[in-house]
């Protein structure tokens, strides 16, 4: 699990694993996927390869209540 930070709001995020950190320059997606929620660009690394960048902000934004009304509604 990775926890992240948006202002005053922390998520966990369950991941597969971390293969390392870095310093990126986020590159535009076009607008082919400039709708899709969660996603803040692309970036290039190692040799050539490409990955899609989390936007988390905007994760946490839109799903971060929902966890919490779930859990409250099961504990009804």
Known sequence: MVVTRSGEKLAGMVVDGIVRQQE???????????????IAGATEVGDGEIVLVIDV??????????????RASANV
């Open 24 to 38: 990126i320059v986020i590159k535009s997606i076009g607008e082919r996927l400039k709708g899709t929620p969660g």
């Open 57 to 70: 902000a905007s994760l946490i934004e839109a799903y971060g209540g929902k966890a919490r009304q779930v």
